[in-house]
């Protein structure tokens, strides 16, 4: 049985979530203590009680202490099969932590997965957008191999959630190295802002227009798709995902969400502001991507090499957990500007 301290290092869902995906590849049985015990309302929430259920379908596991509040589960897998799964949140639980939990696996899986996600959320604070994971880091995994789709139905805000989306996924347990050392030079910069339910006030558009604004201060040039979007009656909301693709096959980027009593403008001035201090430092991979890339590149079959321009806590704490349930080794080094993330089989 794999012991895991969920309080160790950042203390966050991520912990539960990378130990239960590398627990069903490798068909370990796991036991996990002081789950998200570092954040203001330990132990299991939706969102994280989602994440293992799906999982456990995958790979027909037997799951003890899975209930809401839980500090403590057992997870013991099984074969990963694949096919059709559903996944309920039931609340505005992040739709799209869930699909990071259960990618790795589905990658594993006897026959390909289609998991059709309800009643989450797919922009919700603290987590990627979805259009972040469709235009950043599904691009980014095809790199290694990953072939995986990601179609909205309806878009999801805080506080009720009611989003809807479906992650497709071809299984491939060989993943490629991930060998990214050289930024190259910019070619475009794209977006989607996205409102719903918020036309009237032309929310999508003012936070385009600020996004495009401030971009264009600093001498780059934007192409900002603006979707008006009527999917969800029940939870209005609005997001911006900005990314930019250089000559190397870099994509690099960032965004943000609308919140009460933060304007649009607000909001895609935050997103065009961490756009900027990404393409500034010149990385292969933004902060958020560096982290959501450590399970895959541990996971792959050679060394492979990164360049991002912050050690973020999500970072430590994934190659740390890599590091322990793979028993591979990761090495970090300060370059310029930048940290050089590095893999060694």
């Not at 895991?4 to 869902?13: E, L, P, R």
């Not at 959320?121 to 072939?147: E, H, Q, Y």
Request: aromatic fraction near 6%.
């Amino acid at each position: 049985m794999l012991e895991i301290d969920g309080s160790q290092k950042s203390g966050s869902g991520t912990i539960l979530r990378l130990s239960v995906a590398i627990a069903a590849i490798r068909g370990y049985p796991l036991h996990i203590t002081n789950i998200r015990q570092r954040r203001p309302q330990p132990g299991l929430k939706h969102q994280h009680l989602e994440s293992v259920l799906t999982a456990a379908k995958l790979c027909d596991a037997e799951v003890r202490g899975a209930s809401l509040g839980s500090s403590e589960l057992w997870f013991v897998p099984k074969e990963i099969r694949g096919g059709n799964i559903k996944a309920v949140i039931e609340t505005a639980g992040s739709i799209s932590l869930l699909f990071l939990s259960v990618l790795p696996i589905c990658l594993f899986a006897r026959s390909p997965v289609c998991l059709h996600t309800v009643k989450g959320g797919t922009d919700t604070r603290n987590a990627p957008t979805i259009n972040f994971m469709c235009n950043v880091l599904l691009p980014s995994l095809t790199k290694m191999g990953v072939d995986a789709k990601i179609t909205v139905q309806k878009y999801g805000y805080y506080p009720k959630g009611m989003g809807e989306a479906t992650l497709t996924v071809k299984p491939n347990p060989h993943l490629k190295p991930f060998i990214f050392e050289t930024f190259g030079n910019l070619k475009s910069i794209h977006g989607v802002s996205v409102c719903t339910f918020l036309a009237d006030r032309q929310v999508a558009q003012r936070q385009a227009q600020a996004a495009k604004t401030l971009l264009s201060q600093t001498n780059y040039l934007s192409d900002i798709q603006v979707i008006n979007d009527q999917s969800n009656p029940i939870q209005k909301g609005s997001s911006i995902t900005l990314w930019a693709k250089t000559d190397t096959g870099i994509i690099v980027g960032s965004d943000s969400i609308g919140e009460i009593q933060k304007t649009a403008e607000a909001v895609g001035r935050d997103a065009a502001q961490t756009l900027i201090a990404e393409l500034d430092a010149q990385p292969t991979a933004d902060e958020f991507l560096a982290d959501m890339l450590i399970p895959y590149i541990a996971l792959s079959e050679d060394n492979s090499i990164l360049l991002t321009r912050r050690i973020t806590e999500h970072i430590e704490s994934n190659i740390w957990l890599m590091e322990k349930m793979l028993n591979t080794k990761f090495t970090i080094t300060r370059c310029n500007k930048l940290y050089r993330i590095e893999k060694n089989c």
